[in-house]
């Protein structure tokens, strides 16, 4: 008789209201496929919900509606492993855009639509609902990210911040005047883009995501949320380091810095670093966050 193989551990990937990226980013990396058994993803396993005896669960979108709120909650009942993945489980990420009251009245006021679940009051990261063991944040995580999560591998390690992956010489002799905008001059290779007058926030976002932004020249928004100087503390605290970092590397006004940091294309990121510090809920803390 042969040997039986030996059973794999099962996972499931419980996908609440956001756009599957991570999903994607998952089914990108591949060293899990022979160490463990995929057992629930909606976007490639077809059952009607998370088997009873799963070992780890991730979990990624944010609580935007009861149902929402009702498939997590019964998702994590008897799973020792839960792990929130990304931006919006995390924060409510691009989801959260549904709390504008110009987009709910449209969403309201179609007299037509039926059977669609009760929107909740704004956008809940998971962990307002039930207890979370490790935030893997992105948007999406790298499939490394995602590996390392499974498996927690001995020699993985992160770098501290972004800028420890970016790999772009600082120089204190280039200090540019202004912000330049998001799609607007022509990037060096080489340079840091802080020095190029980029608004990028590498200096306080997380690193292990391999700079995959910045090494292309395109600034950090933070989408790994607050390293682990800023975890724990107010967005006050964030913010005044970054000013700082600028007053420093550049000669750019204060007042345009402050200007930036609020704007459209940073807030979608920027909100979870307040997130951290815990608001109406538990404190996140350092050594649960990867």
């Not at 509606?65 to 994590?76: C, G, K, P, T």
């Not at 990037?187 to 391999?210: E, F």
């Amino acid at each position: 008789m042969e040997n039986e193989p030996p059973k794999l551990p099962k996972f499931a990937v419980l996908q609440l209201s956001g756009c599957a990226g991570c999903e994607v980013s998952l089914l990108n990396a591949s060293e899990w496929y022979d160490k463990y058994n995929l057992v629930y993803m909606p976007l490639v396993v077809s059952s009607h919900r998370v088997p009873d005896d799963v070992e780890v669960l991730l979990i990624s979108g944010g609580v935007r509606n009861d149902e929402d709120a009702y498939n997590l909650q019964r998702a994590v009942k008897n799973v020792p492993k839960v792990i929130a993945v990304g931006t919006c489980a995390i924060s409510g990420g691009v989801t959260n855009l549904g709390d504008r009251d110009d987009v709910r009245e449209i969403f309201l006021s179609q007299a037509s639509r039926r059977h669609v679940p009760r929107l909740l009051s704004k956008t809940h990261p998971v962990d307002a609902f039930v207890h979370v063991d490790l935030y893997l944040p992105g948007c999406p995580p790298t499939p490394e990210l995602f590996m390392a999560a499974l498996m927690q591998p001995e020699d993985f390690k992160a770098s501290s911040i972004v800028c420890g992956e970016c790999g772009r010489r600082k120089l204190n002799d280039m200090k540019p005047d202004h912000i330049t905008g998001f799609q607007q001059g022509d990037v060096k290779p080489d340079i840091c883009l802080i020095n190029q007058g980029y608004l990028c926030v590498g200096t306080s976002t997380r690193g292990g995501c391999r700079a995959i932004c910045t090494r292309a020249g395109h600034p950090c928004v933070g989408c790994r949320g607050p390293s682990n100087n800023f975890i724990e503390k107010e967005s006050s605290v964030w913010l005044e380091s970054i000013q700082k970092v600028f007053e420093r590397m550049t000669n750019i006004p204060p007042e345009e810095i402050n200007e930036m940091l609020r704007s459209p294309q940073l807030s979608m990121f920027l909100f979870q670093f307040s997130d951290y510090a815990g608001g109406n809920r538990r404190v996140r803390s350092k050594d649960e966050v990867l």
